[in-house]
């Protein structure tokens, strides 16, 4: 399994000189399984450049999980090119709600007056489903769960499971609300603890500083000591931090990647061969 991030921008797409090396393209992970089938985790600018790749290759099936409807996941929808030919069945996953379907609440976005083109009238019709929550479902050759996280409106966090590797994916999470150290609480009173706990890997929110997340609790995201502690207590092995605030540099990140290695090691960080790093547009990660 290969996970390859073509977009890790959180909020707001943020493209410009001060944003080169980590990316401006809003949330999208692609990940290929052994046997050649493309699950894509979220649909925000990212998706863009992947639909192309997507349509050159014209793989069979294509299977999109969105965390959340929120319009920085889910507006590369309309420009994602498998969208617009039928070369791959689509299926598009996502939280239930008890007011609207799926489709109902993607038609929203795409239709007039927001989009030009009703979603309805788009040629590869995709199929919509509900992701199973709390429990494990076959998918592509692989497992997947999906659990309900902390933030605001319906949102769930991924797992994704082949032979013996683990990929998890939370990239709008706030495990707590309004507690500082997430040590202080049972574990079973964080979000999403059973969903990331013993991952290979975790792709985690890291939107804000300490001292922002200080004026910004529940908003539903991670101050820099929450998903580096929240690691930790999950004992991941490899934490990538992700969904990057559009106001934070490229050299603002490089001081956050610096606090949060300070944590990692200094605060009973992780285990032998543990691993923390930023995402940014273009890596590729073997699990």
């Keep these: 399994m290969k996970a390859k991030v073509w977009g890790c921008r ?9 944003t080169v090396r980590y990316g401006g393209n809003t949330s999208c992970l692609e990940i290929s399984l052994d046997n050649g089938a493309v699950l894509v985790l979220d649909a925000g600018t990212g998706a863009r450049a992947l639909g192309l790749k997507l349509a050159e290759q014209q793989p069979k099936r294509i299977d999109v999980l969105l965390t959340h409807l929120h319009l920085d996941h889910l507006e590369g929808l309309g420009f994602f090119t498998p969208l617009w030919t039928t070369a791959s069945e689509l299926h598009i996953w996502g939280p239930a709600s008890p007011l609207k379907s799926l489709e109902d609440r ?12 009703h979603l309805s009238s788009i040629p590869s019709h995709p199929t919509f ?27 769930v966090g991924y797992r994704v499971e082949e032979e013996d590797r683990s990929l998890v994916y939370m990239p709008d999470h706030e495990p707590a609300l309004g507690i500082g150290d997430l040590r202080s609480v049972s574990p079973e009173w964080l979000s999403g603890y059973s969903a990331a706990f013993g991952a290979d890997v975790l792709f985690h929110d890291s939107q804000y500083t300490e001292e922002e997340y200080n004026h910004k ?3 539903g995201h991670s101050s820099t000591e929450h998903v580096v502690t929240f690691a930790q207590l999950t004992k991941i092995r490899r934490l990538f ?10 050299d603002e990140l490089d001081a956050i990647l610096k606090r949060a290695t300070e944590l990692w090691n200094g605060n009973g960080g992780g285990h032998d061969g543990s691993e923390i790093t930023l995402a940014f547009e273009g890596m590729e990660v073997e699990v």
């Design 129 to 155: 489903h509900d992701t199973p929550e709390d429990e494990e479902w076959e998918l592509a050759g692989a497992r997947l769960s999906a659990q309900r996280i902390s933030h605001p409106g319906p949102t």
């Design 241 to 250: 931090m992700t969904h990057h605030d559009p106001l934070h540099s490229d």
């Design 10 to 18: 959180g909020s707001l797409a943020a493209p410009g000189p001060d």
């Design 106 to 117: 993607i038609a929203t976005y795409l239709s007039p007056p927001l989009f030009p083109v």
């Design 217 to 219: 609790v529940g908003w």
